[in-house]
């Protein structure tokens, strides 16, 4: 008769046998590589404006017009083209002309212009403010596919000696949220 000894032997044997026979028929082998999954999408930052024109017409020296007035009703709306959350700058421009132009500025003076923006209320109780030619911001934290509307305001010098068409563009930058 066996002894515990011998049977704890045995039975140890049989197993490593048992092991070794399993790992040769099924092929069983330490993995010498793993792999990780990984995606990624390139960040597309565009914008577009929706109509993106406005014709202020011929205004008097001194005088003021805007998109909300039923003259012209001709908001414009920033739509986020791309695929992240965008934040919207925007920025006026000193006026071009076939004459000496006029200089964008706060408020209205001798050949200078102010050219404003509305992004809240701006049918009822406009709260406007001043372009410059730097950028300002417009809209933060816009979705992807969101469309904001804002609104325009020009204010002709008080005097000129520029009475040529004057372009006076708007800029709307995108950039990341």
């Not at 002309?97 to 049918?123: K, M, Q, V």
């Not at 305001?153 to 000129?160: H, R, S, V």
């Not at 068409?165 to 930058?173: A, F, K, L, M, R």
Request: charged fraction near 10%; proline fraction near 3%; aromatic fraction near 8%.
């Amino acid at each position: 008769m066996l002894q515990l000894k011998e049977k704890s032997f045995l039975i140890f044997f049989a197993f490593v046998v048992l092991t070794l026979i399993t790992s040769v028929v099924l092929g069983v082998t330490a993995a010498t590589q793993a792999t990780v999954t990984a995606t990624v999408t390139a960040q597309n930052i565009a914008v577009t404006v929706d109509d993106g024109s406005i014709t202020y017409g011929t205004i008097g020296v001194g005088s003021s017009t805007d998109t909300t007035t039923s003259d012209l009703n001709d908001s414009q709306t920033v739509v986020n083209e791309g695929n992240v959350t965008q934040n919207f700058n925007i920025r006026g421009q000193n006026s071009t002309s076939i004459g000496i132009g006029w200089t964008l500025a706060s408020s209205p003076a001798t050949n200078e212009y102010a050219h404003r923006f509305c992004t809240d209320n701006c049918d009822s109780s406009p709260s406007w403010t001043a372009l410059t030619t730097s950028p300002q911001s417009l809209f933060t934290g816009k979705g992807v596919g969101s469309s904001t509307p804002f609104d325009l305001q020009l204010q002709a010098p008080t005097t000129t000696t520029d009475y040529e068409e004057q372009s006076v563009d708007v800029t709307v930058i995108a950039i990341g949220g």
